[in-house]
């Protein structure tokens, strides 16, 4: 095979001939992405596109919206571009939002960046674009693209590349495009770092130069996310129970995983149980081993069944009864009612509704009186429960494991699919901006399961997970 770059790619073209639309939203990003390409001499024009009408659920109103398509115009104008804007209010209701409102009432937890990307700006506006003659969707993703072609077949096979500034790297939001979206997709700034894209756009003297970097929902702006979520989820009243220590001493299935991840190691391997933190930092630490360095047995690895692996990539189900009791209190021994001391946990706190927090939260949940942080260690819809724990060694915050069901396993490259009984050495993330983590991918009948080299927090179903060979992207499935 043959690679090519974007730009060493298109060069062999007649430029002027390659019409590129670019996704202006008004920041620095997209205004540099196609002040770029004009400059290389693309026939470019550019979209706004409006995907929500509702101010109420924004914590700036719908001014936000406003000003962002007003800056973008200006930009159009400065660099010499048609402005067009498209409403995909309605698409973007149906093919997001509402997903996100479906996940939160089943108590897990979406990225609606990454839907966002997935279904609108490459799907309903790539479209869009192309009945305007677009041969090209391009954005100011910080992210490459690169080609390989199959000498033997003339195929063309779309590689997603880390962005070069390791700061701003946003492959993770593009981690479920397919080959076919790549086709059309450009990133121009995906070769240069952010401060780079801001003294272009200085000496390119464009009107979102100094505009700081959009925050919030895809397109949406930022949102109080419990209020945005109460628009459809009911509030309802339950408890907030902390898990004490004991609870994991007692518990089946945690003393299970621990027991079958110690006999899981290599003679000389040490396991740490719980995530550590760099409190100088106030950072998670990532893992700091080597890729090709594993503290598992492969072969003890390949003997685990189905069964073994979805009872190892299992959360724990937290089942802490409280009993009442009746007692007198004051001097007119007025009858009282109170729970009894439980040594696996306590009741803490009241919430509006356990759909509205995800695991690892630590703002909001309203329990005080602790010498370090609470953090929601799990939710339970049905009961309408959340549970917390205190400190970031917790054993709740904790687990090694996860599981992708086969029909949410999705491969960017779909040359290098892994079959069952597969195992690969992949490097994973689980959410933005974390650093990468050592894992083993083992595919299986029953799903693909992430085993990871050391303890990961929060890891949350319907986040999305998603593994780099290197610096490219190579798939992502929901958790």
Avoid at 250 to 265: E, I, K
Wanted: aromatic share 12%; net charge neutral; hydrophobic share 35%.
């Amino acid at each position: 095979m043959v690679e090519f770059g974007d730009f060493a790619y298109l060069c062999k073209m007649d430029k002027s001939k390659i019409k590129v639309c670019v996704g202006l939203s008004g920041g620095v990003d997209s205004s540099v992405a196609a002040y770029l390409l004009k400059r290389e001499g693309y026939d470019v024009f550019a979209m706004f596109m409006q995907n929500w009408h509702d101010a109420e659920s924004t914590l700036h109103g719908d001014c936000e919206w406003e000003e962002d398509r007003f800056v973008a115009e200006m930009v159009a104008r400065k660099i010499g571009i048609p402005f067009y804007f498209v409403d995909l209010s309605g698409q973007y209701r149906q093919r997001v939002v509402d997903y996100m409102f479906d996940e939160y009432a089943k108590g897990r937890t979406p990225n609606p960046d990454v839907l966002c990307n997935r279904e609108i700006k490459f799907d309903a506006f790539l479209q869009l674009a192309r009945k305007y003659g677009a041969d090209y969707v391009a954005t100011g993703h910080y992210c490459r693209r690169e080609i390989l072609r199959c000498v033997q077949d003339d195929r063309e096979i779309y590689r997603i590349l880390e962005g070069a500034d390791p700061n701003k790297d946003q492959t993770y939001f593009l981690c479920q495009l397919t080959q076919e979206q790549l086709s059309k997709a450009l990133f121009p700034i995906g070769d240069i770092s952010k401060p780079e894209v801001r003294r272009i756009a200085r000496e390119a003297d464009l009107p979102s130069a100094e505009k700081k970097d959009s925050q919030g929902l895809c397109f949406v702006g930022k949102v109080d996310l419990p209020t945005f979520l109460k628009q459809k989820l009911a509030s309802v009243e339950g408890d907030v129970v902390e898990v004490y220590d004991a609870y994991y001493t007692a518990d089946p299935l945690y003393n299970w995983q621990q027991n079958t991840l110690s006999g899981l190691l290599k003679a000389d391997a040490v396991l740490e149980r719980t995530v550590r933190y760099a409190p100088e930092e106030k950072v998670l630490t990532s893992d700091g081993r080597p890729l090709g360095e594993s503290p598992f047995e492969e072969a003890k690895l390949s003997a685990l069944t189905d069964e073994e692996l979805t009872r190892l990539a299992m959360p724990l189900r937290y089942d802490i009864r409280f009993e009442t009791e009746t007692y007198r209190s004051g001097r007119r021994h007025i009858k009282k009612t109170r729970y009894k001391e439980n040594p696996f946990g306590k009741i803490v706190g009241t919430h509006e509704g356990a759909q509205f927090y995800t695991i690892g939260q630590r703002k909001g949940l309203g329990v005080g009186g602790h010498t370090e942080p609470v953090f929601v260690i799990a939710t339970d819809t049905e009961v309408n429960r959340v549970y917390v724990g205190e400190g970031h060694a917790h054993k709740g915050l904790s687990r090694f494991c996860l599981r992708v069901v086969p029909g949410e396993i999705h491969w960017i490259r779909p040359d290098l699919v892994m079959q069952p009984g597969e195992m690969r050495r992949y490097r994973v993330r689980i959410r933005y901006r974390q650093p990468l983590q050592s894992t083993t991918l083992i595919r299986r009948e029953s799903g693909l399961y992430i085993l990871f080299d050391a303890p990961q927090r929060g890891i949350s179903p319907g986040q999305f997970a998603v593994w780099y060979d290197g610096e490219e992207m190579l798939g992502s499935g929901v958790i």
